[in-house]
């Protein structure tokens, strides 16, 4: 089995306590979803399916695409990076070897229609950050966030730092709300290997796209 030791996918401060608390403050409405712990050395593309979109995505040297048809998302992540399953998480990928490097999709019911309903990029992250994407104990820095566009849905990306007492994490993601659902896609790499590991944690959340899923 592949170890999840210092993963920051572990940060276990339940999702759910965490997004009732943005319930009450922000209106984000959603609930848990389960997984469990076990880890599957896979990997995704064994499994996964071609959308048309997805084409040009394999196409991206050194990165292999993943879309799930049940949930309407794809990306890419890196080669050689394994698929494990972690509570709470819709689907993880992580490097063997630096356990920073990962890359998370989470995905919560929500009424909301736009991601532009829960307030500005800044907003929105700064939210997330502190509430969700890291541990209490953590102190958090946004960098930037940023809005854009794909095929007429709105994207919020973002870039921040959580410092841990042993490590700190240099991490993008990118949201969207689609299919009922408020979908997060979280990268990132230890800070002293950022530089090296920035331009794929970019390209990871670059791939990300929602699509529409028909019962």
Known sequence: MATLQNSPSLHRTPVLNSFTKLHKQSTFHCCRKSNSFLVRAEQASATSTCSPSQVAAENIKGFLPVTDKKDGYEFVYPFGWQEVTIEGQDKVFKDVIEPLETASVTLFPTV??????????????????????????????????????????????????????????????????????????????????????????HTIVDSFKLFKVYD
């Open 112 to 201: 909301k229609q736009d991601i532009k309903e829960f307030g500005s990029p800044q907003q929105v992250a700064e939210t997330l950050i502190k509430k969700v994407l890291s541990p209490p104990t953590q102190k958090t820095k946004l960098i930037e966030a940023v809005e854009h566009d794909i095929d007429g849905k709105t994207y919020y990306t973002f870039e921040f730092i959580a410092k841990a007492p042993n490590f700190t994490r240099h991490a993008l993601s990118t949201v969207a709300i689609g299919n009922g659902n408020f979908y997060t896609l979280t990268t990132g790499a230890n800070e002293r290997r950022w530089d090296k590991m920035k331009d794929k944690l």
